[in-house]
């Protein structure tokens, strides 16, 4: 009987060293989650500043693209200004027949029906005079 009594006891100790361990490992894997959830937490935390920033940075974009747009448009404008100074300096701006200034874009003077040639064209017919 008391053999009997002490098998039991031990087996109850047994059972209970068992589940104590058992308890631990549990404990051990909620730390482990509980650590997971408060780096997750802390990794969330980061991404939310992430993408504050991101956006704090497109705000202050914006207008700098519109400032970007803004001066494309002007170099267009410059561009045009440009290729019209061009085409100017290819036409003379005073008819070599009778000296009255005329358009660039004219091909005959108005005033004395001379036809207006390009410069280049100008100068190699000075050329042949000499
Ligand atoms: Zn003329």
């Known amino acids: 009987m008391e053999t009997f009594l002490n098998r039991i006891l031990s087996d109850a100790k047994q059972q209970s060293a068992v589940e104590a361990q058992l308890l631990e490992q549990k404990s051990e894997l909620l730390d482990a989650m509980n650590e997971t959830v408060e780096m997750n937490s802390a990794i969330l935390a980061q991404v ?49 027949a009778c000296g009255k200034p005329v358009m660039p874009e004219f091909k005959i003077c108005p005033y004395c029906g001379e036809t207006l040639k390009p410069i280049q064209e100008q100068i190699v017919t000075l050329e042949k005079y000499k």
């Open 48 to 96: 939310k500043d992430i993408v504050y920033n991101i956006r704090t940075e497109v705000k202050e974009i914006q207008p700098l693209k519109e400032a970007v747009e803004k001066i494309r448009g002007e170099i267009g404008c410059l561009k045009r200004e440009v290729k019209s100074f061009e085409e100017k300096l290819k036409y003379p701006s005073l008819c070599l």
